[in-house]
């Protein structure tokens, strides 16, 4: 990767740059508009460098599910009241930063190393069953990692919903704030979202549990694939296309056993090395393929409901269409 | 210059420009946007060091990864935090309103001085 820099680069470094400053400076609704320009850039970036996954995972986790639920947040409150203070220390604290940062970034940027750790990961992978070395580092060297990670997805979901549960104990399925009035999210061209998400779904389901299964010899993987879903989710709960199963009373008990299920069956999974006398966490033998695959099956369905619950946490989208 | 050398510049300016938002800003939800922004010029960098070699440290991507879905955690409680305590703000500016006609941004304004 010592390539010099391109036009290409420069250009999608300027556009990173503008969008960065947009998103940081801009009212509340451009920001967050601004910033899935951003993630979009940024995923561009991540694909030039090599790493196919985090452009997925930017582009399905950053961009897309936190862009939702930035817009989600923005359009449901009308404060943009944000009152400036001084615009000096600003700049002399970014003037000290870079100058920490750059003369010591730019001296280890000079030593070009080889990665020490791609030769190893390269040397262990076959034991693992998986072809593809970031699923292999992420559910095999890294499960740790990985298990620690669902878990504070998971804890984040919970606590949102419990504030949630705290809000409304009347009305279980989204409800109306007295003090907030929801503006109308989807007023025109409402039909033609309906149609668009009606057709794209039945894609992105596809599309998720494609990158779930391709997680094993390519690019993908439980948390790309758990972020798809979970977009597909949103999409439908915003134009009121969500199938009955999903909305009635039993769902939120789905929602809640779908939660934790990843991480339960994570820990579960995890307990098999000590019965076969191994350490804690480690899948060896023929089996090793079968159990990094169930559990990043079980991954997937915890991490699209940690999604879809901090998202329908923030106010139910139900009501939107129907008024 | 090397590819290198941009991807670190570009992640040093977008973390910096982030965390002085992040620590000026009184509004939250720019200040949580501020904070996402910080996580990804960070990783960035982390990137931009994993991709010096030949091939790029896939080490270092399964951590990218892993920052990327704790940002998106944090953010979306961030996000509901933030609700919350807008709708509590919000109450309490129309008790005010309804108690004294002074109203909010008078002298008697709870939230106003905290933000």
């Known amino acids: 990767m010592g390539a010099d820099v391109g036009l ?6 300027i556009l990173l740059v503008g969008a960065a400053a947009v998103t940081l400076w801009a009212p509340r609704l451009a920001a967050a508009v601004s910033f899935i320009g951003f993630g979009v850039v940024l995923s561009a970036f991540w694909a030039v460098m090599g790493a196919p996954d985090i452009a997925l995972a930017e582009a399905a986790l950053g961009a897309g599910v936190t862009g939702a639920l930035f817009i989600e947040t923005v359009t449901r409150h009308d404060q943009t009241g944000t009152r400036e203070g001084p615009w000096w220390p600003g700049a002399v604290a970014a003037a000290l930063l870079a100058a920490a940062l750059v003369p010591s970034l730019a001296a280890t940027a000079a030593a070009t190393a080889k990665a020490p750790t791609a030769d190893l990961v390269e040397d262990m992978l076959p034991a693992t069953g998986m072809e593809h070395p970031v699923t292999g580092v992420l559910l095999a060297f890294r499960a740790y990692d990985t298990l620690l990670e669902s878990g504070v997805l998971m804890m984040a979901g919970v606590a949102a919903l419990a504030l949630r549960r705290e809000a409304a104990p009347s009305a279980p399925l989204g409800r109306k704030s007295a003090a907030a009035p929801v503006p109308p999210v989807l007023s025109a061209g409402t039909d033609a979202l309906v149609w668009l ?6 894609v992105l389901l596809l599309a998720g549990l494609w990158l779930l299964f391709a997680g094993s010899t390519d690019s993908g993987g439980a948390f790309q694939s758990g972020a798809v879903l979970a977009a597909m989710l949103i999409l439908l709960r915003v134009t009121g296309t969500v199938p009955d199963w999903l909305t009635a009373a039993g769902s939120d008990a789905l929602l809640r056993l779908s939660l934790v299920i990843g991480v339960v069956v994570f820990i579960v999974a995890g307990l098999l090395g000590p019965l076969a006398g191994q350490p804690w966490l480690s899948w060896d033998g023929g089996w090793a393929f079968a159990a990094i695959l169930t559990v990043e099956i079980l991954l997937t369905v915890g991490i699209a409901a940690g999604l879809y619950a901090l998202f329908i946490s923030l106010g139910g989208a139900d009501e939107v269409v129907q008024s | 210059m090397s590819a290198v050398l941009l991807y670190l510049l570009l992640g040093t300016v977008v973390t910096v420009a982030g965390t002085v938002r ?4 009184r509004d939250l939800m720019a ?6 922004l910080v996580g990804s010029g960070s990783l960035l960098i982390l990137l931009a060091l994993g991709a010096r070699s030949e091939e790029t440290d896939p080490v270092l991507s399964a951590l990218v990864i892993t920052g990327l879905v704790i940002t998106v955690a944090f953010t979306g409680f961030g996000a509901v935090l933030i609700r919350r305590i807008e709708e509590v703000r919000a ?16 002298p008697g304004d709870p939230g106003g001085e905290q933000r």
């Open chain 2, 91 to 106: 109450e309490d500016a129309a008790g005010m309103d309804s108690a004294a006609p002074g109203g909010p941004g008078g």
């Open chain 1, 197 to 202: 998400v009606r057709v794209i779904a039945p």
């Open chain 1, 8 to 13: 290409l680069e420069v250009v999608a470094g």
């Open chain 2, 31 to 36: 200040r949580l946007v501020a904070m996402n």
């Open chain 2, 22 to 25: 992040m620590l000026l800003v």
